[in-house]
Structures are given as structure tokens and as C-alpha cells.
């Protein structure tokens, strides 16, 4: 490509396509349900004619897309070996144990509170929101459907749960990752974000609590209940051998092995436990791994269950994450179009500018870092840009890293899941069988991250700094020589 022959928008004309974009995503996807791949490569044409228009070559587009995949292509993995896990959890009868005890132990009026806090505890040994819900979410998501509660309460209880340990566990890439783009040490940066998770967690705790406590419990609840035990215990041979793969997930993230060594092992795990205590056959194994478990797999009387909880047993496989697979590449072409055409680079240069106080610092990198993981569907991208735009004022106005470190977990890591055309908001939808717009008011825990984070900084000079640390002149200097360090190498 000639560089020579491209040519930086105006802020006027950078403007344009972010607003067709905006057009395109409310009205094509919030408003009249169109699918959001459709939508996105929409998007995706407007901004490569706008970069086409502005010089640059469209085989320029597709050479970022390429290196966006390459980096991405661990949670590509990531992302087939939580169907495969889904799937071979099924048929050895892991999943079903969990679903089996839970259904025996738990008390409807705590199901939501505790779909919070089971979840929570999962992500945050195992450091993974995707694991946490395609494994106990989606045993906690098929106790709700028996017990006839709420679906987009539930789903908005897992994913609250989720993210808390992909926010705060020291086994998280994202918070490994965000602590390192914004140069915070990373149990700091932890520690800092306790702050917005506190009372983010508190108050989803009361909300999950106040709203069971209003479900009232009929005869149809309780028959479905007793169908879906006496089902379950006839269907699976459930004994507490079960448990290995789910012991082998969790210790295998506390050892901080490869994600997808755990996985595949757990995953290898669960067949041959299938094979020993379920009695399934060879070719029923593997094609619950690829294609996805189906009750009739196990030999016995499927009639014991009924079709609508057959259906909440019947699913994982390679082949269940082949749509967001896709998914990922449509979100990845929008993105590296998006970057090409520098409208949002601009845009944000002219912003900065402005912003003299650490209120309004703080809610424009939280809007920015919501507005780049829309748009690019990678937190390490955005992290990063994110730390491009920021880093500078943050350290103008003497805020410490851990600031602006926590601003990207609470505006990127747990935000992204909300939106329906990001690739952690099609993992999710698709996983739970809830939509995204359905479940955003429930992830109390998400949105709370944000809204605490710009609280924080709009009531800095009242509140003395609560919850916003400030660089000492001694660090501030350690600043100075790490960021003249990185510029010499």
C-alpha cells in the first residue's frame, strides 16, 4: 500500500460513518431483530468504503483481519473446547449431576442469588467466564427451566457471576491484561478494583434475593421438579466419580496450566467416565463431542423425560460453536475496517482535549473503552487503545495506573457480554439460550462496575478521592523511567 496516497478523515467526515454504524446496530439489531452477523458486515462495507474513499486498499483491510484472527486464535480454541467440554459433561453425566443435586437442594426462592454466587466462585478459581458458564451455568440455567423461574433473571444472575471472576481472578487474561496495557501491578490492580465489585456484588446480591423471594411455588413447579430427579436418576448412573472433569478444570486453572490443555483433558476425562460408569458406546462418545449429547446416546428409555427437558439435555459439541466461530470473523472484519479508516482514532484525539477534570476523564475512558469492545469484539485491542488515548491525561492529573486499569476492566472485560454483536455476547446468548437485551437488566453485576467506576471519579473533590488513588511524586518519577525505558527499546 502507498501511504503516500492516503489521507486522515476530518472530524466531520469521521463522524459520518461511526453514525451510519450507530444507525445500523440500533435499528437493525435493537429495533427489528435483524441477525447481528448481518448487521455487523454492514457496518463492516461502510467503514471500507469510507477507508477505500480515504486511499487506503482493501487488501489492506483484509491483512489487519488477518493478523486480528491470529491473535485471537486462542479463544477461537477456547471457544470450540467449551462446546466440546459442554457436550462430553453431558453424556458422562457431570452436568446432570450438578442439575440432579441442585434440583434436590435448592430452594426456588434461592436459585437467583445463589445462580450468583456459585457462578462466582467457579470464574473465579478457574479465572474464566466462558468455562464458569458453559459448565455450572448451564446446569444452573436448565434447574431454572424445570423449576419454571425466570430465564433472563437466571442468565442475568450467571453472567453477573461469571464476570466477577473474570474480572477480579488473578488466573483471568483480562485482568492480566489490563493491568498490564495501563503498567499497574496486577494484585494492585486487584485490589483497587474491589471498589466497584463490593458494592456491584452486594447489590446484586440483595436484587437476586428480594426478586426470589416473590416467586411463589405451585404443583406444576414441584411436578416438573420431581419429573426431571426421577428422570435424571434413571437416565445416568449418578455417582460422586462425576465430579473428576469438574476437578480437573479447577485444578488444573490453580496450577495455571494451558486453558486448553485443561479443557481438552477434562473433556477426555468425561468420556472415559462415560464409557465406565454410563456404559455409552465408543460412537456415542465422540459424537457427543462433536456433534453434541442427545439423551437417546445412553440406550435407556428417554420417555422418562419429557421433550422440554430432553431439550435442556440435548445440546454442546464442536458443532454447537460454529455460529459464533463465524461470528468472530464477521466481528473481526467490522473491526479491522474500522481501524483502516482511523474515524474513531480521530474522533477520540479530538476529544481528549477537552477534558480537564477526573470526573470527566474517567466517564470518557469508560465510554470509550464500552465504545472500542463494540466495536472490536477484543480486549487486548482495546486495553491497549484504550491506554493510547488515556495514559497521558491519567497521569496529568496524577491518577496511579490501578485508575485507569480498573476504568478498562469495568468499561471492556465485563461490558462486552452485554451487546448482542460482540463475540462474548453471541458465546453467552447462545450458551445460556437467553438474549442479550433480555439478560442486561439482570447483569447487575455488570453494569454496576461502570456505573460505580464514573461515580467515583464525578465525586472525586467532595468525597476527598474515595475510591480514585493518586500517584505519589515518587511514583509518579518510577512513571517517568518506565515510559522512558519502553521508548528507548
Request: glycine share 8%.
Amino acid at each position: 500500500m502507498n501511504e503516500t496516497t492516503t489521507k486522515r478523515p476530518s472530524l466531520g467526515m469521521a463522524l459520518l460513518p461511526i453514525a451510519i454504524s450507530l444507525v445500523i446496530f440500533i435499528g437493525g439489531i435493537g429495533i427489528l431483530k435483524y441477525p447481528a452477523e448481518l448487521m455487523l458486515l454492514f457496518a463492516g462495507v461502510v467503514f471500507a468504503i469510507f477507508a477505500v474513499l480515504h486511499g487506503h486498499k482493501f487488501d489492506h483491510i483484509i491483512v489487519v483481519m488477518g493478523d486480528k484472527i491470529k491473535k485471537a486464535l486462542p479463544a477461537i480454541l477456547i471457544l470450540f473446547s467449551i462446546g466440546l467440554l459442554i457436550g462430553t459433561w453431558m453424556i458422562s453425566g457431570t452436568i446432570p449431576l450438578f442439575v440432579f443435586y441442585g434440583l434436590n437442594i435448592i430452594d426456588p426462592n434461592y436459585l437467583y442469588v445463589l445462580a450468583f454466587l456459585v457462578t462466582a466462585i467457579v470464574s473465579t478459581c478457574v479465572g474464566t467466564s466462558w468455562g464458569s458458564a458453559g459448565t455450572i451455568g448451564v446446569a444452573i440455567m436448565s434447574i431454572a427451566a424445570t423449576m419454571d423461574l425466570s430465564l433472563a433473571i437466571t442468565a442475568g444472575a450467571v453472567v453477573s457471576g461469571a464476570y466477577f471472576g473474570d474480572k477480579l481472578s488473578p488466573l483471568s487474561d483480562t485482568t492480566n491484561m489490563s493491568s498490564l496495557a495501563a503498567g499497574s501491578n496486577l494484585y494492585e490492580h486487584i485490589k483497587h478494583m474491589l471498589y466497584t465489585a463490593i458494592p456491584s456484588s452486594i447489590i446484586a446480591i440483595i436484587v437476586f434475593t428480594i426478586v426470589g423471594f416473590g416467586i411463589e411455588t405451585d404443583s406444576t413447579q414441584l411436578a416438573n421438579i420431581q419429573e426431571m430427579i426421577s428422570g435424571l436418576d434413571q437416565l445416568f448412573n449418578l455417582n460422586i466419580f462425576l465430579l473428576i472433569p469438574a476437578i480437573v478444570v479447577i485444578a488444573g486453572s490453580l496450577m495455571k496450566k494451558s486453558p486448553l490443555i485443561v479443557l481438552f483433558t477434562s473433556a477426555i476425562t468425561a468420556l472415559v467416565i462415560a464409557w465406565i460408569t454410563q456404559g455409552a458406546e465408543v460412537t456415542n462418545l465422540f459424537a457427543s463431542a462433536v456433534s453434541g449429547f442427545h439423551v437417546d446416546m445412553l440406550g435407556g428409555d428417554s420417555s422418562v423425560i419429557s421433550e422440554e427437558m430432553q431439550s435442556l439435555l440435548n445440546r454442546g459439541g464442536l458443532y454447537s460453536m460454529y455460529n459464533a466461530t463465524f461470528f468472530v470473523f464477521v466481528a473481526f472484519f467490522f473491526a479491522s475496517a474500522l481501524e483502516v479508516s482511523q474515524a474513531l482514532n480521530v474522533i477520540l484525539e479530538r476529544l481528549i482535549v477537552h477534558l480537564k477534570t477526573i470526573g470527566s476523564i474517567t466517564f470518557s475512558a469508560l465510554v470509550t473503552g464500552f465504545a472500542v469492545i463494540n466495536c472490536t469484539s477484543n480486549a487486548l485491542v482495546s486495553f491497549f487503545l484504550v491506554q493510547d488515548i488515556y495514559g497521558k491525561a491519567y497521569k496529568e492529573k496524577k491518577l496511579h495506573p490501578v485508575n485507569l486499569s480498573r476504568n478498562m476492566e469495568d468499561s471492556i472485560t465485563i461490558t462486552e457480554v452485554l451487546m448482542p454483536w460482540t463475540v462474548s455476547g453471541v458465546f453467552m446468548a447462545t450458551t445460556l439460550g437467553v438474549g442479550n437485551f433480555e439478560f442486561l437488566p439482570w447483569a447487575i453485576f455488570n453494569l454496576g462496575g461502570f456505573i460505580f467506576s464514573a461515580l467515583y471519579g464525578f465525586l472525586a473533590p467532595y468525597t476527598g478521592g474515595f475510591g480514585i488513588r493518586k500517584l505519589e511524586d515518587e511514583e509518579l518519577e518510577q512513571v517517568d523511567v518506565k515510559e522512558s525505558r519502553s521508548l528507548q527499546q
